[in-house]
Every structure is written in structure tokens, then in C-alpha cells.
């Protein structure tokens, strides 16, 4: 595959993935999506490869979701919802080789999710999290939000939901989301130190561990498989719509008028 949206570097072993759409504050259409399964999979079972990393390119964002201009009801890919997610967060978690999320800005929508399914996440101090879905007329019913639920606990995930609020890195480390918080001009050094440490520990023993911490939330990917179905029904409705259109026109939505 011919890369556009990401760039695919091998340092030291450790395969960085980056999202090169800083234009678009790294946000995913559906040919990023495709080309992330790519990398993930070309890495992930490439016996030279101990660690992969997922990263965004530039200064202010690792990822914030799905791309709106690519959205009116459907995302502009393939798959459920017009991306194929299920697919994507699947070759995350399946991948025999552990994933770092190097966050160096905005971690929000789908970038949060990215974060939450990730091995471990690291971040700078100026990283910033959060979930957006609610806001603009979405929401990621699989990973997103049941897989949350056992990272940061149950009452936070639906706070992190219902409000839509920003978090820090700080708080988000309080919580659990994130492994380690460093200076912005430390973060890739802070990121290399962790994949020299897997580096060095028996890749066999590190692929069981990490599919024996799967298995005990594997069930989840059924959910997420049936919410995608849910999501794209509820994106066929005008309650929906209005948030695309609301976010595109830089207004506040109104989803009363529309609900029923």
C-alpha cells in the first residue's frame, strides 16, 4: 500500500505509525483508517518489529476523531459507518506486539478512543483528552465507552461521556488512561525508553500477556459490533445531522428539536 494520510518509520525496532493530517488536527477518513489496519498489521507480525508506536504529526494534536468534513450522514470509507473501525480497534488489540499512543496534543473523539485501546499511552504536558461524540451528533458505542469503563472505572467513563468535558494530562493519568506524563521536549525520549525496555523482554512471552489480558474483555467487540449498527441508524436521523451541520456552521446544536 502507497501511504498519503500516515507515515511508517522503523527506529530501533519499534515501528512508529504516525497520522500525517496535522491540517486536519490528525483527524481519520476513511483511507487514514485503511492505511493505520495496514501499518498495524505490516508491523505487528514483522518479526523484526518489538513495539509499535502510534503517534500524530505536528505540534497540537495525536488525533481528534473522525474527520467531519468527510461526514454527512456517512463517513466516506467502507465499513458500517462509512470507516471501518471495528476493524481498526480489532487490529490494535489483535496485534501480538505491544502499542504505545505517543500524545503530544489533542487526544479527543475518536483519538480518545485510540488512546483507551492502546498497550499504554504517554504523554506530553500539554496533551489534552476528552470525548466530543454527544456535542456533535455521534458517539463510539463499543471500546469507546464499555472498554473505558474498565480503564478508568465506570461512574468516570460516563462523566468523560455524558459531560464531554477536557482533561489534562495530569488528570488524566490520575485516572489511569495515561502510563506517564513528560515535558513536551522529553516525550520522545520518554516514548524510546519504553520501547528499548519491551525491547529487551522475550516477545512470545509479551504476546500471551497481552492476549490474556484480551480474552478477558474480548466479548467486547460484539458490542461494538452491534453499536456500529445502532450508530449508523442513528446517523440516518436529523437529531444527528444537526450536530454535523451545527459543528460545520461553527453554531451550537440544538438536538431537542430533533429528538423523539
Known amino acids: 500500500m502507497n501511504y498519503e494520510d500516515i507515515l ?71 465499513g458500517t459507518i462509512g470507516l471501518p473501525m471495528e476493524e481498526l480497534h480489532g487490529a490494535i488489540r489483535d496485534v501480538p506486539k505491544p502499542v504505545i499512543a505517543r500524545v503530544q496534543g489533542y487526544a479527543i473523539g475518536g483519538g480518545n478512543v485510540l ?41 468516570k467513563a460516563r462523566e468523560i461521556w455524558y459531560l464531554c468535558r477536557r482533561y489534562s494530562a495530569a488528570e488524566a493519568l490520575a485516572m489511569g488512561l ?3 506524563v513528560v515535558p513536551p521536549d522529553q516525550l520522545d525520549a520518554e516514548v524510546r525508553k519504553w520501547c528499548g525496555e519491551i525491547m529487551e523482554k522475550s516477545p512470545t512471552a509479551i504476546a500471551i500477556a497481552k492476549r490474556s489480558f484480551n480474552m478477558d474483555t474480548a466479548h467486547q467487540a460484539g458490542i461494538a459490533g452491534m453499536g456500529m449498527y445502532a450508530l449508523k441508524l442513528y446517523y440516518d436521523t436529523e437529531e444527528s445531522r444537526e450536530g454535523v451541520k451545527a459543528f460545520q456552521e461553527k453554531r451550537k446544536p440544538d438536538f431537542r428539536r430533533y429528538a423523539r
Open 8 to 78: 511508517y518509520e522503523v527506529r530501533d525496532g519499534a515501528a512508529w505509525i504516525t497520522i500525517n493530517r496535522p491540517d486536519k488536527m490528525n483527524a481519520f477518513r476513511g483511507r487514514t483508517c485503511d492505511e493505520l489496519i495496514h501499518a498495524i498489521n505490516r508491523a505487528g507480525y514483522a518479526p523484526d518489529i518489538g513495539v509499535i508506536v502510534l503517534a500524530g504529526a505536528g505540534d497540537k494534536a495525536f488525533c481528534t476523531g473522525g474527520d467531519q468534513s468527510a461526514h454527512a450522514g456517512q463517513y466516506d470509507g467502507r
Open 115 to 155: 488512546c483507551t485501546i492502546c498497550d499504554f499511552t504517554i504523554a506530553s504536558e500539554r496533551a489534552v483528552f476528552g470525548q466530543v461524540g454527544p456535542k456533535v451528533g455521534s458517539v463510539d458505542p463499543g471500546y469507546g465507552t464499555a472498554f473505558l469503563a474498565r480503564v478508568v472505572g465506570e461512574k
Open 178 to 180: 495515561v502510563n506517564a
